[in-house]
């Protein structure tokens, strides 16, 4: 190899690093947090930035909210065609709960591919195999303590930092 391979091979390295977050993830994934409860929400966002995940993050207030977005409903905001998400998912919402959300992203031909991990309150264990029968990724009970809820989430950005996230390709 001379200097020249060397020299192209470090630009190829810096241009795929700048693409990277600071843990790895791919900084044009986009993380969904569909999560009714605002004190929650910003303790997501906040722990997963001091893990080093600098990925843009859309929270959805509902159930409606996320499903509307992924499946291009309604007035507001929809996802894009040829992007990665990763949806963190709470099962207690108002208006469409998130075991209904799960089940209709993973009916979807093309959705079913994106991660969908479910953050939740809930550790009853026939709700726990209620979504992985579904298809989630991971199922995460939220812990009660502050400081455990907040360990919880530093180590979900740590996880998120190296897995593989797919692309959304239909355009539908």
């Known amino acids: 190899m001379n200097n020249n391979d060397i020299s192209l091979c470090k630009t190829e390295n810096k241009e795929e690093n700048i693409k990277q977050g600071v843990n790895g993830m791919n900084k044009d994934v986009i993380i969904l947090v569909a999560e009714d409860d605002e004190g929650h929400a910003g303790l997501i ?9 600098v990925n843009n993050i859309i929270h959805f207030k509902d159930g409606q909210e ?5 499946f291009r409903k309604g007035d507001g905001p929809h996802r894009e065609s040829n992007q990665a998400y990763v949806l963190l998912l709470d099962i207690r919402m108002p208006k469409l709960n998130g075991i209904d ?44 303590d502050y400081e455990d809820f907040v360990n919880a989430i530093r180590q979900l950005g740590l996880f998120l930092s190296v897995v593989q996230i797919p692309v959304i390709n239909n355009g539908e």
Do not use: W
């Not at 966002?45 to 995940?53: F, S």
């Not at 996320?66 to 992924?70: A, E, N, R, S």
């Not at 089940?103 to 969908?116: F, G, I, S």
């Open 45 to 53: 966002k906040k722990n997963l930035a001091r893990a080093g995940i």
């Open 101 to 144: 959300v799960l089940q209709l992203v993973k009916e979807h031909p093309e959705l079913r591919k994106m991660p969908v991990m479910m953050i939740t309150t809930t550790d009853d264990p026939r709700e726990v195999e209620k979504c992985h029968e579904l298809g989630c990724s991971n199922y995460i009970t939220k812990p009660l």
């Open 66 to 70: 996320i499903h509307d977005f992924l």
